[in-house]
């Protein structure tokens, strides 16, 4: 979606400019912003799943985008990260009644981010953009709250903002072997250890064997002195 910076008059501009200033200094509790220096109209935020529901541990990712005509219009919301919710489109659209016919010019930002966070707790199956997260809210709730916590955790949880969030370092995970072409090269103990190590291991043994023998030995003997000993004195 492109930028709307240059379509807005410039005593809009520095209404957002203030508002979202203020939200960066003093974000709404469980939201954090993250303010664009390069495109003012469009807002991305995170937003924590409320303890309680199916959304809890998770972050969200969200963008606000504000139109040529705000604040006249509402912005557009949009969940970036995925999620299982009877008002969130699979596009990640957001249906709620302050981005549309409740919508006021003087409400601002932050009353949007708090009523969007709002509707992860209180979910309005009546005007539902997912019609099967819609229908279990209201026919089969543990069903939905299944369906809701299991994309919580694919996707919402494990770093800032799911699977969208920071890519992996390349270094985690498995690691492709050297030389794997070439049976020489492989990685593994290299040939002088291997014997060295065989080496010890037999001579530990041997060691051990004749230790064993040597106490074997003189117990036998032992024994045969006693009898001796015995036969004598009879």
């Known amino acids: 979606m492109n930028s709307n910076v240059e379509n807005l008059p410039p005593h809009v501009l520095r209404l957002v400019y203030k508002e979202i200033s203020a939200l960066a200094a003093d974000p709404p509790e469980g939201i954090k912003i993250y303010?664009?220096?390069?495109?003012?109209?469009?807002?991305?935020t995170a937003i924590e799943g409320p303890e309680g529901t199916p959304f809890a541990g998770g972050i969200f990712r969200m963008r606000?985008?504000?139109?040529?005509?705000?604040?006249?219009?509402?912005?557009?919301?949009?969940?970036?990260?995925?999620?299982?919710?009877?008002?969130?489109?699979?596009?990640?659209?957001?249906?709620?009644?302050?981005?549309?016919?409740?919508?006021?010019?003087?409400?601002?930002?932050?009353?949007?981010?708090?009523?969007?966070k709002c509707l992860l707790i209180h979910p309005n199956p009546e005007s539902a953009l997912n019609e099967e997260a819609g229908r279990l809210?209201?026919?089969?709730?543990?069903?939905?709250?299944?369906?809701?916590?299991?994309?919580?955790?694919?996707?919402?949880?494990?770093?800032?903002?799911?699977?969208?969030?920071?890519?992996?370092?390349?270094?985690?995970?498995?690691?492709p072997k050297k030389h794997a072409g070439d049976p020489t090269k492989r990685a593994g103990p290299s040939a002088a250890a291997v014997p060295a190590a065989l080496g010890n291991g037999a001579n530990g043994a041997s060691t051990t064997t004749s230790n064993s023998s040597s106490s074997t030995n003189n117990v036998a003997g032992k024994k045969k002195a006693d009898k001796k000993r015995a036969l004598r004195r009879l």
């Open 64 to 116: 606000l985008v504000l139109g040529k005509d705000f604040p006249a219009v509402p912005p557009k919301g949009y969940f970036l990260t995925k999620i299982f919710h009877p008002n969130v489109g699979h596009k990640g659209e957001i249906c709620v009644n302050v981005l549309k016919r409740d919508w006021k010019a003087e409400l601002g930002l932050r009353h949007i981010l708090l009523t969007i």
């Open 137 to 175: 809210l209201l026919e089969d709730y543990a069903e939905y709250e299944s369906r809701a916590r299991l994309l919580t955790e694919i996707h919402a949880m494990g770093c800032p903002g799911g699977t969208s969030a920071v890519p992996q370092d390349p270094n985690d995970g498995p690691q």
């Open 35 to 44: 303010p664009s220096e390069e495109d003012i109209t469009e807002l991305h």
